[in-house]
């Protein structure tokens, strides 16, 4: 298995203001993923992070608004940039391994 | 577009009865897929995939491509079978990315 930690665990910001949530792993893998879960929703991915290079985005997400970092094998940054409530969700990293993926536990995050 | 659906938002049986947890998937090429479960307090975790054939925790899967179906069953369920279970379709080969339902909610009651 790998062992993914998350920081913060849960926040409540302000809108307009943005929050930066890592992602660390118990041992080098190539690529990270970041998910979005909104309330009632299903996980969506927002983009892979690959060390040494940019992050791949997927279709209606951008980087200025979810800016990643990636600046090792065994880290990862997402950042929610200018937050709106529409942007109050749970923020997952997750890993692949084994031809499977592992989770971390997850950053609920909460925009008023 | 590739899509994974799951008809039923909540699903509330009585301990030792079958349960079966729908999921529907659209892909174009030959699909990988797989059931997550998210019991209470604790990370997103993997139960089981297609391509192993295998029961874990009395749990199994059947791929019917004609239906394009991956329905989860268990034939006695147990209060701790309680969580959220999610249906997952891989894309594509190697790369990891998962395309995931909306998931069930499955309570199961004493």
């Known amino acids: 298995s790998a062992v993914i930690s998350q920081k913060p665990s849960r926040d409540i910001c302000q809108r307009g203001t943005s929050l930066t949530i890592q992602c660390q792993v118990d041992s080098q893998v190539t690529m990270m993923f970041w998910y979005r879960q909104q309330p009632g929703q299903s996980l969506t991915l927002i983009a892979t992070a690959n060390q040494g290079s940019e992050a791949t985005y997927e279709s209606g997400f951008v980087i200025d608004k979810f800016p990643i970092s990636r600046p090792n094998l065994t880290f990862s940054t997402l950042t929610v940039s200018n937050m709106s409530p529409e942007d109050s969700s749970i923020y997952l990293c997750?890993?692949?391994?084994?031809?499977?993926?592992?989770f971390g536990p997850g950053t609920r995050l909460t925009v008023l | 577009a590739q899509r994974v659906t799951q008809p039923e938002k909540l699903l509330s049986v009585f301990k030792g009865a079958p349960v079966e947890l729908k999921c529907n998937y659209s892909?174009?090429?030959?699909?990988?897929l797989f059931w997550y479960v998210q019991y209470s307090r604790q990370r997103l975790q993997l139960l089981l995939r297609h391509i192993s054939r295998e029961s874990i925790k009395g749990f199994t899967a059947d791929l019917n491509k004609g239906e394009t179906s991956f329905h989860l069953k268990k034939p006695f369920a147990q209060e701790e079978d309680s969580a959220m279970y999610y249906c997952a379709l891989k894309e594509g080969t190697g790369f990891q990315k998962l395309v995931f339902g909306t998931g069930t909610r499955l309570l199961v009651s004493p």
């Open positions: 892909y174009s090429g030959s699909p990988e």
């Open positions: 997750s890993v692949p391994r084994y031809n499977e993926q592992f």
